[in-house]
């Protein structure tokens, strides 16, 4: 026990700095959005500013949106869809919702006092083409250092 605790010191000791991570729940199946909340919560309940901007949801109110909104002082929530994509049969419409969404997500990505940033469902945006993959990919390289930040769907 001793030389793996040896070793795990040095490799603790080896690493250079931190930084924000960027973290990606996809797949199929359920529980990509609740994970991300729960990285919400976790940071809400230190105090720590995150921001919550969906892509998809936004036609009706939801549960995680409810309980967040207990966290005002230090969580954001945007819910900036018109609901699923398949539904509305216009992708014109759907490109411009998608691209409003990711100018106020990159508003949140550029601003060094938010700790965390949920971008719940941009991975459909961007499967669907309703957003540029490079242009988020950019965006997310050019956020503060220290910015986590959490891309679902």
């Known amino acids: 026990m001793q030389e793996l605790k040896e070793h ?26 609740t994970a991300a909340f729960g990285l919400v919560l976790r940071s809400a309940g230190h105090g720590l500013r995150c921001a919550v901007v969906q892509f998809i949801k936004g036609a009706w109110s939801t549960g995680e949106q409810r309980a967040l909104e207990r966290f ?11 609901g699923f994509t398949w539904d509305t049969q ?7 919702v998608a691209e409003k969404a990711w100018d106020r997500a990159k508003e949140l990505l550029e601003d060094p006092t938010l ?39």
């Open 72 to 82: 005002a002082d230090v969580v954001t929530f945007q819910a900036m869809g018109e």
């Open 90 to 96: 216009d992708r014109a419409r759907d490109i411009a």
């Open 8 to 33: 795990h010191r040095a490799l603790v000791a080896a690493k250079k700095g931190e930084k924000g991570l960027l973290i990606v729940h996809t797949g199929d199946g359920k529980g990509k959005s």
């Open 115 to 153: 700790h965390l940033v949920v971008l719940d469902e941009v991975n459909v945006a961007i499967r669907y083409g309703y957003l540029s993959a490079e242009r988020v990919l950019a965006d997310l390289a050019a956020r503060p250092a220290m910015q986590h930040v959490v891309l679902t769907g």
